[in-house]
């Protein structure tokens, strides 16, 4: 409901408004501890459980034999995403990852690799030089 009054006091209305900022908004999401990809890591892992549980269910297996295997299962799966998330934090594990993959050296037979690059055209005037 705008105030009655006139110009003055409309201005004074929208000028006294409070607005508010929305900090934090590049942050990655969390949830309940969760950061991240880490989130998606679990839903995933829990409709794997669900799709498990349902097509063990429908072939047979014993309920007695069937809710304990899937309650360690989804236990583990809580308790590896929620560790993965501690320690890695929100890029971590990508960076983990990527690091393994990272030769320890390189090692070359010939010279052959070097000599038959091209030179770029600012490190030409360099070479020239020396």
Known sequence: MLP????????????????????????????K???GQYIAYLAIGLVVLLLSFTALYLLGTPLLVLLPLIL???AALF???????????VHGLGKFLANRNLPDYVKFNSRGVFTGLKVAESNLERQVRQ
């Open 33 to 35: 501890g969760l950061k």
């Open 79 to 89: 308790f590896s995403v929620f560790s993965l998330s501690k320690r890695f934090g």
């Open 4 to 31: 009655s009054g006139g110009t003055g006091a409309l201005k004074d209305f929208f000028m006294s408004s409070v607005y508010q900022i929305n900090k934090g908004v590049g942050k990655p999401i969390e949830f």
């Open 72 to 74: 360690a299962l989804g």
